[in-house]
């Protein structure tokens, strides 16, 4: 192994997956065949494990030793239901408070985000299962550990849980610079969800058509958004300030 979280060779995977962790990445060789991939497909499809296909060369980057065509990664966290969590935290009697992550990359970034997050009592963080920043040891390092004490949820799709929340009577704000309304004209003492976008595109155009509210943090300067992390920050202590 390369490292601790990385399994590669088919049946490694294969028993990785039957003994129950969670593969937060996946690479398949494209044009893999044969028995043995056939099984490991059956998995995936039986555990809706998502996954890549991908050339060789991007496999034999990851490692040097025997893959077999199939390089995985295990997360070190294990992943919160979303219904679950969603109605744990209503019966607490908690005004629910909820992060949506949409397509975010940069692991420093998410780690940074992880850990403002828990600083401000955020109720459970959401992803994408594909396409966004892994939980690796980068991110565990930027999160200080935070990582392990607040829920993440991962689901197949951004808008099916946006649809959940809001039927859960949850207000779904983006944060984003086409919005009208500063983050400071938006009532945050209410049950809410804030949506952050990637680092390049920010939060989707088909996401942004779904949202209750958008939002804004104010801009003097002459460059013209913030740090994803740090606007993350700025929007959760305002949400902090007003439930005071």
Avoid: W
């Avoid at 992060?99 to 420093?108: E, N, T, Y």
């Avoid at 966004?132 to 197949?156: H, L, Y």
């Avoid at 606007?231 to 902090?240: D, K, Q, V």
Wanted: net charge positive; with cysteine.
């Amino acid at each position: 192994m390369k490292n601790e979280s990385q399994v590669f060779g088919i049946r490694a995977v294969i028993e990785a997956i039957n003994s129950g962790k969670t593969i937060d990445k996946l690479f398949i060789q494209k044009g893999l065949s044969g028995d043995l991939s056939k099984e490991l497909m059956g998995l995936l499809k039986k555990n809706s494990i998502p996954f890549s296909y991908v050339p060789i060369e991007k496999l034999n980057r990851l490692t040097r030793k025997n893959h077999q065509g199939v390089v995985a990664y295990i997360s070190p966290i294990e992943f919160h239901n979303l219904e679950d969590l969603v109605m744990q935290v209503i019966e607490s009697g908690d005004v629910p408070l909820f992060l949506i992550l949409d397509q975010l990359s940069d692991v420093r970034n998410f780690g940074a985000i992880i850990r403002t997050a828990e600083c401000t009592g955020v109720h459970g963080i959401i992803i994408q299962k594909k396409g966004g920043a892994p939980v690796n040891a980068d991110t565990i390092k930027t999160s200080a550990g935070a990582v392990f004490k607040i829920p993440i949820c991962k689901v197949d799709h951004i808008k099916d849980a946006m649809f959940y929340l809001q039927g859960s009577g949850m207000q779904v704000i983006a944060a984003t610079e086409k919005a009208s309304d500063t983050i400071y004209n938006i009532n945050l003492n209410t049950p809410s969800a804030i949506i952050m976008g990637s680092e390049g595109k920010g939060v989707s155009n088909s996401v942004l058509k779904l949202v209750d509210q958008k939002a804004k943090l104010p801009m003097y300067g002459e460059i013209g958004s913030l740090n994803v992390s740090v606007a993350c920050g700025a929007f959760l202590y305002e949400a902090i300030r007003q439930r005071l």
